[in-house]
């Protein structure tokens, strides 16, 4: 039960993208087309899955305050926490670099469709988010932060997909010329962002409500329909265009 | 400006506006979107930004000509990373509320885009007083962005500036609410940031018609 909460919380109502914004530059850079959207997707789902539990277990037995304990008593009172940024940065890059080496030699058709993402991922705020968001909420055991990274992960990989799926539809309408490429992007993914908020009430049965709940329904029904309503018009928009073109 | 020659003055002027990291380059957006619901959160955010621009970028063109190509991502990341950790560490000690405020949105200024690409871009291949130059540019283009955001969406959302209210009281009926003003509370929601964004960029594009994009 546990794990499925946390499977559902981290995809719909913590979305990487919609609620954190991690992410956002290979998000905005690489959402031109479907095909590499996925690409992309799967790839930092791939290194999520990697990296979260490699740094839970560096996190448990190394940096966080009396962590040190299993050494001996008299390293009970170190806390090393102040180290973590750096450490798991370093991990995050060796760890792109040795999935990238491994993936080469194991599976080149794979390697074909990640290989040229890998090394964007390093540097993705997504990986990093991951690791410091299960730091900051202090998620109990591995099997737990495993089922993290990879939810979380997936989360980003629907967010990618749907707003590249989107941007290749709404090349056919007719967007104010200033708006065009990035600025449409940028108010698509916030309207995203305000249906995405409507999940926060999927799990009310939890004390701690999550952030965002507080807006009553009524305003989540009127974004929904502002939604729809923007879908209409972009619809209508392309069958304009169709008629325009003829 | 007898201090700096017309070129190095331009390295500071462009990003400001028609070189802009967030608006045009789309660089470093993670960060600012996350923490722009307080004006104070972005001002914090930008010095931050700019301290670590500033040094990490003279740091990486000092020792641009012996770090060997293939590891350069990683020794940026530790570069970085040193410089991070200074700042949050000084966070916490001078500001400990606002550290909270911006969680780990200080130790995601490691794999902030505006960082690493300004590196990569400029300072492995310039001398350490123009990447000063230019990374102290970046930062304010930067800056200037995550300011305007925090303003508006401080200002609409709960109708205060940096805590202080500016526009009367909610409970108390006075100023602007007497007149039956309410604060629009759909401000502070973190998607409305990227909205805003997305206007700004509308504003600037139609104000200079060089920068519109093909779709």
Partial sequence: MEHLELFFKSIFIDNMVFATFLG??????????????????????????????????????????????????????????????????????????????????????????????????????????????????????????????????????????????????????????????????????????????????????????????????????????????????????????????? | MALLSKKDAGLILDPLADNNPITIQVLGICSALAITAELKASIVMSISVLFVMGLGNVVISLMRNIIPSKIRIIVQLVVIASLVIVVDQVLKAFAYELSKTLSVFVGLIITNCIIMGRFEAFALGNGPWR????????????????????????????????????LGDPIEKTGLYSIGYENNGFMLISPMALIVVGIIIWVQRSRNRALIEEN
Avoid at chain 1, 71 to 92: H, K, M, N, P, R
Avoid at chain 1, 135 to 152: C, D, H, K, M, P
């Fill in chain 2, 131 to 166: 990447s000063f130059l230019d990374g102290i540019g970046n930062a304010l283009g930067y800056a200037v962005i995550l300011i305007i955001v925090g303003f508006f969406r401080e200002l609409l959302g709960s109708g205060t500036l940096m805590g202080i209210p500016v």
């Fill in chain 1, 24 to 246: 956002m530059c290979s998000y905005l850079a690489v959402s031109k087309k479907v095909t590499t959207a996925v690409g992309l997707g799967a790839a930092v789902i791939f290194v999520l899955a990697v990296t979260v539990p490699l740094n839970w277990l560096l996190d448990q037995y190394l940096l966080r305050d009396g962590a040190l304990v299993w050494l001996g008593s008299e390293y009970a009172d170190y806390d090393l926490g102040f180290l973590s940024f750096i450490l798991f940065i370093a991990t995050i890059a060796t760890m792109v670099q040795l999935v990238e080496i491994v993936v080469e030699k194991f599976s080149p058709s794979l390697y074909n469709s990640l290989g040229i993402f890998l090394p964007l991922i390093a540097v993705n705020c997504a990986i990093l988010g991951g690791s410091l968001f299960m730091q900051s909420r202090e998620i109990g055991t591995l099997a737990l932060a495993f089922n993290y990274g990879v939810s979380s992960g997936i989360g980003w990989f629907l967010a990618i997909l749907a707003i590249a799926a989107i941007r290749e539809k709404i090349r056919y309408s007719n967007v104010p010329a200033p708006l065009r490429g990035l600025g449409i992007t940028f108010i698509i993914t916030g309207l995203m962002g305000i249906g995405f908020q409507s999940f926060g009430g999927m799990l009310t049965g939890d004390n701690e409500a999550p952030e965002g709940v507080e807006n009553t329904t009524v305003e989540q029904i009127e974004e929904k329909e502002i939604k729809e309503e923007i879908e209409e018009q972009e619809e209508a928009a392309v069958s304009y265009n169709q008629v325009v073109n003829k």
